[in-house]
């Protein structure tokens, strides 16, 4: 039978009754073309998620990228100078036709800060952090893919100011100690930081800013002395400009008017004062002292007729006479002893008492050492001298013809910086009582006439070290802590300026350990006007991750 066919409007009783006809009754046709229909939309469908699950799952193997970094491999960045063609999710740079493309993808919300999430692909780049794997296993970085998980790390800085440790020239400063947990956004691990830090305080031997030019000599304002001589030793003593003595305490010189008019000040080991005084009026006539030791009360005559002495350690003497000839009382009695060539002495000095070495000043300005056997002379540095002053370390200073002060570095001689004016040629011009002991006799500057030497520095050594712990978080493995860089850095100094700093890097956890040093050259002045040396630290340890993000 022939279906009659008539002209129907959608929405008509006709077009209704029509399509209910066809749907209780559709023909063989109908049914054929249906099924074929709902077959290839199947099948579209099925092809769509087959091709995106290989392109996913092939993402390691096909790295769709240029080898080479060049302009070609550039990811595209927002005000690079050039346009940039968008549309929704993927961006696109006309200029090398490089693209960024942002999936974004529905986090929950949280109770405060609610973080976004997206994968991201940028065919710019070359090769980003490679992939954690292990399954859960952390971040999707690979082949141009990532993801934009924000990560958190921490920066601690532990410092100390002037207020938590007061100046010193040796000892150990305050312990700090910190430990510091964090939760890495994203839920992925509980990183953790724990260590300690303390600062320790040395002297170091310190010559060569003084070499280069430094001002290394220290005339202090608020002990001043004028003075002619000094001698330093157990007791650092002074003559002034009145012949009266004097007896240094660390912070103040005590004039010891009991002494009398003295010429020369020596100590020994055990405390004992020894001094040049008039005791003889034909030694007077020809300009020569007796050599006395004061006994509390009064003087002890112990011999007469010398122009220079010495004291060692163990009170032993060596001295010069009227007429250049050279003596020594260490076997028990004064005897005459025999000098380089024959030749008089003009200065002299202790070195060993132990082994009877000492050194000397000829009267033709050449240097002598005596090893308690035989002379000889410094390498590269036999001449020429007034005075000269040596310590129990072999170290020796000498004054030169020029008067300026020279050290002997064991193969010639430094020129020790110094401004001022020249240093006394005479006896008592310089000395040496070792370590922070080197004075000299200088021109007269608000008052006084004796300077420090810093033959030391002090050294501020901040000793810091840790620990990084990382536990991750299931389901996620320890792959996930291996993607940050942990860095740990300090630094210390003096009044605003800072030494060596102390630096480590390690990838993942672990434990690390940083040494910062900064040397203190001004040391006297440091001593006596310490607020204007604060000491500073700086430091603390962080985490980086490799890549995009500072943490």
């Not at 501020?460 to 850095?489: E, M, W, Y």
Request: aromatic letters at 12%; glycine letters at 12%; charged letters at 10%.
């Amino acid at each position: 039978m022939q279906r009659k066919r008539s002209l129907m409007f959608p929405g008509s009783v006709e077009s209704k009754r029509f399509n209910a006809e066809r749907t209780e009754n559709p023909t063989k046709q109908e049914l054929r073309d249906h099924t074929v229909r709902r077959t290839q939309s199947w099948t579209v469908r099925l092809a769509c998620v087959v091709w995106m699950l290989i392109t996913i799952s092939s993402t390691q193997r096909s790295d769709a990228q240029i080898l080479d970094i060049t302009n070609g491999t550039m990811t595209p960045l927002a005000g690079g100078g050039h346009d940039y063609i968008s549309d929704g999710m993927e961006t696109v740079n006309p200029a090398n036709g490089s693209v960024s493309l942002r999936l974004s993808v529905p986090v929950p919300r949280a109770r405060g800060l609610s973080l976004p999430f997206t994968f991201n692909y940028d065919s710019g780049v070359h090769y980003t952090l490679a992939s954690l794997g292990g399954g859960h296993g952390g971040m999707v970085s690979t082949s141009g893919w990532s993801q934009s998980a924000p990560i958190v790390g921490w920066q601690l800085n532990h410092g100390l100011t002037s207020q938590d440790m007061t100046f010193q020239l040796s000892g150990t400063g305050k312990p700090v100690h910190w430990e510091h947990s964090m939760l890495m956004l994203g839920g992925t691990a509980t990183m953790k930081s724990s260590g300690s830090a303390q600062s320790y305080f040395t002297t170091v031997p310190s010559f060569a800013d003084c070499v280069k030019g430094a001002q290394c000599w220290h005339g202090s304002s608020k002990r001043p002395l004028v003075a002619t001589q000094i001698f330093a030793g157990p007791i650092t003593l002074a003559v002034g400009a009145n012949h009266n003595g004097y007896e240094f305490t660390g912070t103040a010189w005590v004039e010891h008017s009991e002494w009398g008019p003295v010429y020369g000040l020596q100590s020994d080991g055990n405390g004992n004062i020894y001094m040049l005084y008039n005791a003889n009026s034909s030694c007077e006539s020809i300009n020569g002292y007796s050599i006395g030791e004061w006994n509390g009360s009064g003087i002890n005559q112990i011999s007469y007729c010398y122009k220079q002495f010495v004291v060692s350690q163990q009170g032993y003497m060596l001295a010069i006479d009227v007429n250049g000839a050279f003596w020594s009382n260490a076997s028990g009695s004064w005897q005459q002893i025999g000098t380089p060539n024959g030749k008089g002495l003009i200065s002299l000095s202790w070195v060993d008492d132990a082994i009877n070495s000492f050194m000397v000043v000829t009267n033709d300005n050449d240097i002598w050492f005596y090893n308690g056997v035989q002379y000889s002379q410094p390498g590269n540095g036999t001449c020429c001298a007034l005075n000269i002053a040596a310590d129990s370390s072999g170290t020796f200073y000498v004054t030169g013809t020029d008067n300026n002060l020279y050290r002997y570095n064991g193969n010639g001689y430094d020129k020790l910086a110094y401004s001022g004016g020249p240093i006394s040629g005479s006896y008592g011009g310089i000395t040496d009582g070792g370590t922070m002991q080197v004075w000299a006799v200088g021109p007269n500057a608000n008052s006084n006439t004796l300077y420090q030497f810093t033959d030391q520095a002090i050294q501020h050594k901040r000793l810091a070290h840790g620990d990084v712990t990382c536990t991750p978080i299931p389901p996620f493995n320890s792959s996930v802590c291996q993607a940050f860089t942990h860095i740990a850095n300090w630094r210390v100094g003096w009044g605003g300026k800072y030494g060596t700093a102390g630096y480590y890097e390690f990838q993942g956890p672990g434990s690390w350990s940083v040494t910062a040093t900064a040397n203190l050259d001004n040391v006297f002045d440091a001593l006596e006007n310490p607020g204007n040396y604060p000491i500073n630290v700086e430091g603390g340890n962080g985490l980086l991750r490799r890549g995009n993000s500072l943490c």
